[in-house]
Every structure is written in structure tokens, then in C-alpha cells.
């Protein structure tokens, strides 16, 4: 059964925005996280949330261009994509710890989404 699934990823020019979506099913987490993944590279983590009180991280690469929200209600996870740049383009995960944990890590995190696709071009 899936428990992590993300929607919103697309084409978009450089300098427009873009919403990813991530709803988790069964079960709440303590904290949802946005990796993204470009060929020849690295997962990196994009953003986190925790869901208690809603404390977010930025990686510094996209720091004050996305933002990280979530829908208590809805159990869905939001990353608000801005100012989009060509080294944005990477297929973006939506992640979930097993426990609660402050890591920042790709093995920190347990549950994956199957990831979304997102290509910036001029």
C-alpha cells in the first residue's frame, strides 16, 4: 500500500513556480521531508517539517525560494516552488521518518514516495 504520494511536478521556465503536493496515507509522521535527486548527483534534502508546531529547515540552496507548508486536516505535505532556476530540475521525493528524529539524512528517513518529475527550462 502506498503511504507517501506525490503530485505536481511538471515543465515550468526558469524564473516561474510550481506547488508539489504529498499526501500520506494511514498513519501521521512526525516530520515530512522534500528530497530531490538530479541524474550523476546526490539525493540532497530540500526541505522538512516537523508536524508538531510546524518548525521547518531549508537547504541553502533553496533557501528563500521554497517553502515547505502542511494541511494538518488533509495529512498532505506542500513544497511552493519560486524563482525556479535550471538546477532545480531533478526528480523531487516526498520522505517520512520512522521515528521521531531531528536527522537531516537520506537514511533518516524510512517511507518514500515514488517522486515526481520536475524540469526547468528557459
Known amino acids: 500500500q502506498v503511504q507517501l504520494e506525490e503530485s505536481g511536478g511538471g515543465l515550468v521556465q526558469a524564473g516561474g513556480s510550481l506547488r508539489l503536493s504529498c499526501a500520506a496515507s494511514?498513519?501521521?509522521?512526525?516530520?515530512m521531508a522534500w528530497f530531490r535527486q538530479a541524474p550523476g548527483k546526490e539525493r540532497e534534502v530540500v526541505a522538512r517539517?516537523?508536524?508538531?508546531?510546524?518548525?521547518?529547515y531549508y537547504g541553502d540552496s533553496v533557501k528563500g525560494r521554497f517553502t515547505i507548508s502542511r494541511d494538518i486536516a488533509k495529512n498532505t505535505v506542500y513544497l511552493e516552488m519560486n524563482s525556479l532556476k535550471f538546477e532545480d530540475t531533478a526528480t523531487y521525493y516526498c520522505?517520512?521518518?520512522?521515528?521521531?528524529?531531528?536527522?537531516?539524512?537520506?537514511?533518516?528517513?524510512?517511507?518514500w514516495g515514488q517522486g515526481t518529475q520536475v524540469t526547468v527550462s528557459s
Open positions: 494511514r498513519r501521521t509522521f512526525y516530520a
Open positions: 520522505a517520512a521518518p520512522g521515528r521521531s528524529t531531528l536527522g537531516l539524512t537520506r537514511a533518516d528517513y524510512d517511507y
Open positions: 517539517i516537523i508536524w508538531s508546531g510546524g518548525s521547518t
